[in-house]
């Protein structure tokens, strides 16, 4: 393909747009981050949604602005389809649709998750497959073994519970921080004792599923035994206790994962990927470790794109009567 | 003028292309007016995301033109149902970015009530707006809902203030929409008329959408926004 690939991302609460060659070079990434919904502690769908609706044009815009390129030059269009908040999903789907529709161009329907792992392929990286894949966000967390391109998901293990970007959030807003509260937690542990506390990793839960539910209950267990003004004083010992809890939650399944598989080499996705302590450790496992920079963790478009060059692309007006989809993967 | 028109504010999809006659009254052509409904079957969700563009690609494959012929896209702004008003409005935008065929918001509530007007009489346009309240426009006698500004400006009422709200407007108003249906003993009982329930007055169909949008300048389509009529924090203390 020599033109250009356009990509729309709105599963949650960035509004992404963002521009690729069909190489899989950058042109653009453009992400809107609401920051709407601190002080409801988490995010809510429908203000979530109206906010994708009000930045979806600028942010389509500058997304083609910044890539130099106008709609002449788009040959695929891609839109994220799932999983995701259905409410926010149709705005970005429907608007993708819309555009590849008035030009009868083809429409790449794309998976959330094949985007997360499709992030890898991009130049530079160019991070090629075989390997194995960590995904941890605030939406998700999986290990996958990425063979191909996609978009076919093996799953290795997910979260039965809360995801790892949400066991963060979460103990952050226990500890008096805002949302979302990673980053806020992470800056706060630096100053205190990780091994002050001991709380669960879930070590004895065999395979290589997730739980994270456990732990956020031991630190409001924790923060009441210690009551208020001892709780309130020894809150860095508390957020680097937890946040060492969460890391090694995180690295004893990568370990096993990359044991089970053989695999040699690891790629990291999502939010939580840049999170200090979680790469240092990953950096100590002694494999080629691929993390794409912090724009290409989080939820962007430039992945969708990415993915969308290994997806199906459908020929219009195939793509018209495709609906968007809150859970599970690959409907296509 | 060649208007494409569409509305997704309750859980019928319309979608409506026409040729208006050029004047002040916009009346549709015998050349050209098509137009396509769905309606979700009872119990089942609006599948707006799934029909709008299907709806579309149908209507203008029947004309026998493509994007280059259409002068303006009409879309319905709402009230309605949130969502619904989402995927109308992203679709529409896109397809006025991507086409360069400019975009203008119709009120879902002015299009239900140009027909059901006339006859020297009052009109109340309601939509249900769940939770037991109803979004409502209302036109007096003297005025005309394809071109005034409505006497009663869209709101959300609760069942209480509707027939106060109709009787306001005019004795005898006429009541129409969802809405109408929905509260009709509220009405009734405060004199106003209602058409039948199966009465095509109560469902949007998108040809009128195409005859207001024609009377219309074109808007920047950033400047086009769903007429919500109710807080996003709303929905969040209620989660």
Redesign the interface.
Known sequence: MTGLILAIETSCDDTCAAVITGAGEIRSNVISSQQVHDRFGGVVPEIASRHHLALLSPVLDEALRAAGATLDQVELVAATRGPGLVTALVVGFSAGKGLAAARELPFAAVDHLHGHLAASFLRPAEFEPPFLALIASGGHTLLADVRDHGPQLRLLGQTLDDAAGEAFDKGARLLGLGYPGGAALERLAAGGDPRAFAFPAAERMPGLDFSFAGLKTALLYKVRELGEPEAERRRADLAASYQRAIVAALLIRVRRALKQTGARRLAVGGGVAANGPLRAALAELGVELEVPPPALCTDNAAMIASAARYSKALRFPAYLGLDVYATGAQRL | MRVLAFDTATARTAVALMDLEAGDNARPRAVLDLALVDDPAPGTRP?H??????L??RLLERSGGG?DAVDRIAAGIGPGS??GL??G???????S???GVPLVGVSTLQALAVPAHGRGKATLAVIDARRGEAFVAGWTAVQDPLTDVPALAPQVLAPEQLAAAAAALGAACSVIGDGAVRFRDVFVRGGAQIPADESPLHRVSAREHCRIAGLQPAAP??SI??A?LRA??A??TR?
Not at chain 2, 49 to 54: G, K, S, V, Y
Not at chain 2, 89 to 95: P, R
């Open positions: 599948g995301a799934r029909l709008l563009l299907e579309v690609h994007w949130f969502t989402r995927i409005l992203a679709t529409a935008k896109a397809l970015a991507s086409s389509s950033t926004e769903p919500y996003a924090d929905e969040a989660a």
